[in-house]
Nanobody
């Protein structure tokens, strides 16, 4: 089972940027779709973005579309989330997660159904505040 180390969280002012990184160990990242999720205090965890095994397909929830970018480097075993134009509503703990996908789904669009992801990181805190 994959293990993750998330990094890059912190305190940023509204309008600022952060880059989150998820470094994978214990397996080969290229066999997995990867998603970023977040959970704000008192709220349920929600999807943010995902990327397919091949990296050719990405998906963003409406509330981050145009501001966040997901990318992956299978050789380095890392997945990043570039976050621009951050708003106070983006304050949350951010988690990366991976779900194994067969070769037949290598280019298939990813999804943000939590049940399809079976390896989760511990999260990194992002706080957007002036």
């Amino acid at each position: 089972q994959l293990q993750f180390v998330e990094s890059g969280g912190g305190l940023v002012e509204p309008g600022g940027s952060l880059r989150l990184s998820c470094e994978v160990s214990g397996g080969t990242l290229r066999y997995y779709a990867v998603g970023w999720f977040r959970q704000a205090p008192g709220k349920e965890r929600e999807g943010v973005s995902c990327i397919s095994r091949s990296g050719l397909s990405t998906k963003y929830e409406d509330y981050v579309k145009g501001r966040f970018t997901i990318l992956r480097d299978n050789d380095k075993g890392t997945v990043g989330l570039l976050m621009d134009s951050l708003q106070s509503e983006d304050t949350a703990t951010y988690y990366c997660a991976a779900g194994w996908r067969p070769e037949s789904q290598r280019h298939a669009p990813c999804d943000m159904e939590e049940g399809t992801y079976d390896s989760w990181g511990r999260g990194t805190q992002v706080t957007v505040s002036s």
